[in-house]
T-cell receptor
């Protein structure tokens, strides 16, 4: 069975500071990993995905994530936070079979202080 | 076509009433998913379709819930005899499986259901 754990339900950073959102996964097969962002009262938007190619994945809005198999982690980073980054971020895992359902973490709400 | 659309965006109903939500996926996508999201949680899988076939249902999907995708295009999710615990955001997503490709899901804006 697959699972995702996001460490920290809330993260607060100052504008211009490094953003680090933590995600650890569990999977019995090589995983596909995703980060999604959700703004208030909106659906989820794909930020980036890992599909067993490069371990460092670059996404939209300056975000990137690194797949570390030994640590079963897929942490999301951005060098410099912007006020518009304030949102809920979800890490997700699905089977590396082109498979169907995706398992989501509980989410981390990012606050950005001026 | 700009993405997945859902209708309505908001629905308020009284306990015991039936409600139906619609999802229009990205046109070339053959897979369609329904999720439920409660406050402070990530989306929870409910069911998915490949074309018109409903291939998997979560145990969260009680017998009061039914989903259809009659022609492999749009889908409907119906909840009968709504309960206050059904209050949530219902998200639809679609994807397209290419040979050796990823099952990357694209989400709609959701339908927020409030049961009074």
């Amino acid at each position: 069975a697959q699972s995702v754990t996001q460490l920290g339900s809330h993260v607060s950073v100052s504008e211009g500071a490094l953003v680090l959102l933590r995600c650890n996964y569990s999977s019995s097969v090589p995983p596909y990993l995703f980060w999604y962002v959700q703004y208030p009262n909106q659906g989820l938007q794909l930020l980036l995905k890992y599909t067993s190619a490069a371990t460092l994945v670059k996404g939209i809005n300056g975000f990137e994530a690194e797949f570390k198999k030994s640590e079963t982690s897929f942490h999301l980073t951005k060098p410099s936070a912007h006020m518009s980054d304030a949102a809920e971020y979800f890490c997700a895992v699905s089977e590396n079979t082109g498979g169907f359902k995706t398992i989501f973490g509980a989410g981390t709400r990012l606050f950005v202080k001026a | 076509d700009t993405g997945v659309s859902q209708d309505p965006r908001h629905k308020i109903t009284k306990r015991g009433q039936n409600v139906t939500f619609r999802c229009d996926p990205i046109s070339e996508h053959n897979r369609l998913y329904w999720y439920r999201q409660t406050l402070g949680q990530g989306p929870e899988f409910l069911t998915y379709f490949q074309n018109e076939a409903q291939l998997e249902k979560s145990r969260l999907l009680s017998d009061r819930f039914s989903a259809e995708r009659p022609k492999g295009s749009f889908s409907t999710l119906e909840i009968q005899r709504t309960e206050q615990g059904d209050s949530a955001m219902y998200l639809c997503a679609s994807s397209s499986i290419l040979a050796g490709g990823t099952d990357t899901q694209y989400f709609g804006p959701g339908t927020r259901l409030t049961v009074l």
